[in-house]
């Protein structure tokens, strides 16, 4: 299935982060083999409809006569016990470690990245967790206490703040259970398990710490503010969690 998005910009940028050079000098490239998405939705309907179909091997978008190939991987399964899961930039993960109001369902679910593709470069354009092949009828921001519903194609936008170049999902109760100096030094053990996961200009790891794991990878465009959105199926109940970094320009 191939899917021609016109009317969305597309725009690869360079953005350092205060760990970009130490991972170009002490990394080499991964060989390990992902596992790529094959689970195509039975349809695509729900606005942005960029949200899911990035996730699609095939698609293609086309942007001032140039092509641009996105494909999904799953990069493992996160535990989620306690089913309030934090969104943030790791390195301030004590202050910004924040659980969405939203419960989200119970268990192991896929973590999956969407690349883009532009020539030999690559880059993580969106993350998300699937918790169900459901078809997405709707999509909102992921609030945190004390926020309020606002429009998704609005000027204001919830989202959090990157200046490390690296994003998480974690559930809450493994916050908790949390080393905070594994995430919050360069040198912890959460970026020793990235740097073995070093793809094509991008990076992750799911990390491993008593019964809890976390998941953690490269933010699209370095360092910015980027939103989160719930996807909920024609029941209510929520189908993805995805985390958009801003390269295409979709509102």
């Known amino acids: 299935m191939k899917y021609i998005l016109p009317a969305i910009a597309f725009t690869f940028m360079s953005c350092s ?24 939705p039975a349809k695509l309907s729900a606005s942005p409809v960029l949200f899911e179909a990035a996730f699609i091997k095939g698609t293609t978008l086309e942007y001032r006569k140039t092509t641009y190939n996105v494909y999904g991987v799953s990069i493992g399964k996160l535990k989620i016990t306690g089913g309030h899961i934090i969104a943030c930039d790791p390195l301030h993960i004590d202050e910004y470690g924040i659980p969405f109001t939203q419960v989200f369902p119970r268990g192991e679910f896929p973590v999956q990245l969407s690349i883009a593709k532009m020539g030999t470069e690559e880059t993580i354009a969106f993350v998300r967790i699937n918790f169900s092949e459901e078809p997405v009828e709707k999509w909102e921001f992921a609030l945190q206490e004390g926020q309020s519903p606002i429009p998704l194609r609005g000027k204001k936008m919830h989202g959090y703040s990157v200046d490390a170049g690296i994003g998480v999902f974690i559930d809450e109760e493994a916050n908790k259970a949390l080393d905070k100096e594994q995430v919050m030094q360069s040198n912890g053990a959460v970026y020793k398990e990235m740097a073995r996961h070093y793809h094509n200009d991008w ?35 929520p189908c993805r969690l995805l985390t958009d970094f801003g390269f295409f320009k979709w509102k």
């Open 203 to 237: 990076r992750y790891a799911m990390y491993n710490f008593g019964n809890h794991n976390l998941a953690t990878f490269t933010t699209g465009l370095g360092d910015g503010y980027y939103a989160t959105y719930i996807g909920f199926d024609a029941t209510g109940k």
């Open 17 to 40: 982060s205060i760990f970009e050079n130490e991972y170009k000098a002490e990394t080499t490239f991964s060989t390990e083999v992902l596992d790529t998405v094959k689970t195509v």
